[in-house]
């Protein structure tokens, strides 16, 4: 079990999801991370252990994109490598997730035939590479993370982003997301209360099923 969020609206992105995460560590405290969309691209932090309050700067306050995982380890041991967020090769595509890929050793090894390689030790990996495997094909972000997830045996929730579109893209089977409608701003959620202090306008996603926050 781990905890997800996140946020795309005008500002202070970062800052919300790091707040969220401190209500969802019930749900994974042996590490966390938050990675947010700059001028320079997705910026990453990444801890192990508890929550602890992000180094002054290190987080943007013009980020209108962010999210973050507090994370509780099944596959990997507990290191800052194996923290969420997780990259695809490319480094455009970042990805949070709960649950556990049942095939991912399967789907590891087809995608180092095509020439992936891995940094980490988890199967969140083998999802973000899957997405950028098909964003290659389509050039489209949304279906590139269905294509990637109906290879996908197992339960998940995941939220992805792309460096370059102005999206959350998040999918949920047998895993727990919500959607939170805010004022002029959107959320992505493990659970309700992540978000609370900012809608109680909920949407719960039902199994198989994909949204796509942004404009």
Known sequence: ????????????APFKVFAG???????????WGISFKSCNGIETIKKTGHLTQ??????????????????????????VENAH??????????????????????LKNSLKEKSFSFLTETDTEVIANLIELFFRETKDFVQAT????????????IVAMHKDTFELVGAGNGSPLV?????KELFFA????????????????????????GK
Not at 21 to 28: I, Q
């Open 190 to 213: 493990s659970d309700v209360p992540a978000f609370l202090p900012y809608t109680k306008k909920v949407i719960y996603l039902n199994d198989n099923e994909l949204a796509v926050l």
């Open 179 to 183: 959607i939170g409608i805010g004022d």
């Open 21 to 31: 995460l401190k209500k969802l560590e019930y749900r994974g405290y042996d590490s």
């Open 85 to 106: 967020p997780h990259f695809s090769n490319s480094k455009e595509i970042a990805i949070i997730h709960n649950g556990i890929v049942e095939n991912f050793e399967e």
């Open 146 to 157: 269905r294509m990637a997830l109906q290879k996908i045996e197992g339960n998940y929730a």
């Open 1 to 12: 079990m781990c905890g997800i969020i996140g946020v795309i609206g005008q500002n202070n």
């Open 54 to 79: 992000p180094e002054k700067g290190s987080l943007n306050h013009n980020s209108y994109c962010a999210m973050g995982h507090t994370r509780w380890a099944t596959h990997g041991k507990v290191t």
